[in-house]
């Protein structure tokens, strides 16, 4: 599966955040942020998301058939959900709940927002990548 990631395991992935979140801040047992955090440290370190292994076999159809994501961009995403965790369980741990509540919200809204159609991640490795070619292009 080189050439994509099926989106309906990108799915599951942004699910888990989303619902570690909302436990985690429900129960107000934020020692469940380290699960999703850990979830993308071994996805960012290993090129393999734990999710997507354990989900794979729940697919009906061979994962080419559905629409495929591009790995560098869900790294790039998953390295900002690690980076917001990473910040949030920080928060917390250092009292002060509201950077915790913060970062962890960022993670579920993110999520959330991406599941419903606009990948805020996308959007900003796009202006990202826009703007390292404008520079390119006027030097």
């Known amino acids: 599966m080189t050439n994509g990631i099926p989106l309906p395991l990108v799915r599951v992935n942004q699910w888990f955040q989303v619902g570690s979140v909302l436990l985690a801040l429900g129960l107000n047992q934020v020692w469940i ?3 999703p955090l850990l979830v993308g440290i071994a996805s960012l370190v290993f090129r393999k998301n734990p999710l997507f292994l354990l989900a794979r076999p729940l697919l009906k159809k061979p994962a080419a058939d559905y629409p495929l994501e591009d790995p560098a961009q869900q790294r790039f995403n998953q390295g900002i959900a690690v980076s917001c965790l990473t910040l949030s369980l ?3 741990s250092l009292g002060w709940p509201v950077l915790g509540y913060t970062f962890a919200v960022l ?3 993110a999520a959330l927002i991406a599941i419903l159609g606009f990948c805020v991640g996308c959007f900003i490795r796009m202006q990202i ?3 390292k070619h404008n520079r390119n292009q006027t030097t």
């Open 129 to 131: 990548l826009r703007w």
């Open 107 to 109: 993670v579920a809204v």
């Open 33 to 35: 942020l380290a699960i």
């Open 90 to 92: 920080a928060g917390f």
